[in-house]
C-alpha cells in the first residue's frame, strides 16, 4: 500500500509538471548575466552535504573546530559525482557516478615470534553508473521544477560480520601469518550488484548565475544479486566454508535523495 501511494504521488507530481507552460523565459541579475540554464550548457554536480555542515557549524557557537569541507569516497562512504548537458534550455541528459574504494593493510606483531608481523589485508570497491532524461519547468523566477527518468547498476561490496566474528570488515579480507602458513585464511564474497530503473521528479534553485541545489524523489523498479559469503582457510584438510548464500530479489523501491546536489552550470 505504501508503494502504491508513493507511485500515486510520483506520477501527480509529474503529470502536473507536465501540463504547466513549456514556455521558458531566462531571467538575469543586475550585470546581466543569465541565471537559469541555457541551450548547450555543460553541469558537474557534487554532493553538496559537506558545504552545509561547514556552513550549519560556522551558525553554531561552539567551542569545537570547524573543519573545511570533506568528501570521502571510500567504500564505505563513496562519493557522488553528477554531470549533465542541457540539449534544450528545459531538456537535459544526465549522468551519475558514485565510486569508492578502500585499502587496508594492518601489521601486528606475531605472537609465537614477536620478530615477524602479522599481515591483515582488506579491500572493498563501491561503485554506480546512472543515465537518464530530465524535463524542466520553470515554477518560480530561480526555481525550477522538473521530472525524468534513468536507469543504472551499482555494485556494492559485503559489510558485515567475518566468519571469525570478532569484527566488521568490507570486501575481501586476507590474512597472512608471518610464522605459521596454516593460520592464513581468506574471507571474500557477498558482493551485491543491481540493476535499476525508475521515474523521478525534483527541484532545483539557482543561488547565483549557473550554480543550483537540488534534490528529488524516485521510484522505479530493481533487481538485486548478492553472493555467497566464504571463508577459505590454509590449514591442512580445511574446506571452504559458506556461511552466508546470499539472496537474489526483484523490488518496487522508492530512491529519495538524501543528498541536497551542487551545481555548476557552464
Known amino acids: 500500500m505504501k508503494k502504491i501511494t508513493l507511485l500515486t504521488l510520483l506520477t501527480l507530481a509529474i503529470i502536473t509538471l507536465k501540463a504547466q507552460d513549456d514556455s521558458f523565459n531566462q531571467i538575469y541579475n543586475k550585470k546581466n548575466q543569465p541565471i537559469l540554464p541555457e541551450k548547450g550548457d555543460w553541469v558537474i554536480g557534487i554532493d553538496a552535504a559537506p558545504f552545509l555542515e561547514f556552513i550549519g557549524n560556522m551558525a553554531l557557537v561552539s567551542g569545537s573546530t570547524n573543519d573545511a569541507p570533506e568528501f570521502a569516497f571510500t567504500a564505505q562512504r563513496p562519493g557522488q559525482l553528477f554531470g549533465k548537458y542541457y540539449v534544450q534550455e528545459n531538456k537535459a541528459f544526465r549522468i551519475g557516478?558514485?565510486?569508492?574504494?578502500?585499502?587496508?593493510?594492518?601489521?601486528?606483531?606475531?605472537?609465537?615470534?614477536?620478530?615477524?608481523?602479522d599481515i591483515l589485508k582488506q579491500n572493498a570497491l563501491n561503485i554506480g553508473i546512472s543515465f537518464g532524461v530530465e524535463k524542466h519547468r520553470p515554477i518560480r523566477k530561480r526555481l525550477l521544477g522538473y521530472w525524468g527518468y534513468e536507469a543504472g547498476f551499482n555494485k556494492i561490496p559485503y559489510v558485515g560480520t567475518g566468519y571469525m566474528g570478532t569484527s566488521i570488515v568490507s570486501g575481501k579480507v586476507t590474512f597472512d601469518d608471518a610464522v605459521n602458513d596454516e593460520n592464513n585464511y581468506t574471507d571474500e564474497g557477498g558482493n551485491t550488484y543491481e540493476v535499476f530503473a525508475r521515474l523521478l521528479v525534483g527541484a532545483e534553485y539557482f543561488v547565483a548565475p549557473k550554480i543550483s541545489l537540488s534534490g528529488e524523489f524516485g521510484l522505479g523498479l530493481g533487481y538485486q544479486n548478492t553472493g555467497e559469503r566464504s571463508f577459505d582457510s590454509s590449514a591442512p584438510f580445511a574446506e571452504k566454508i559458506v556461511y552466508d548464500a546470499g539472496f537474489s530479489e526483484f523490488s518496487i523501491s522508492n530512491t529519495a535523495s538524501g543528498a541536497i546536489v551542487l551545481l555548476f552550470h557552464f
Not at 557516478?97 to 608481523?117: C, H, M, Q, V, W
Request: charged share 25%; proline share 5%; aromatic share 10%.
Open 97 to 117: 557516478l558514485r565510486i569508492g574504494y578502500t585499502a587496508s593493510s594492518t601489521k601486528d606483531g606475531n605472537f609465537t615470534d614477536p620478530n615477524e608481523i
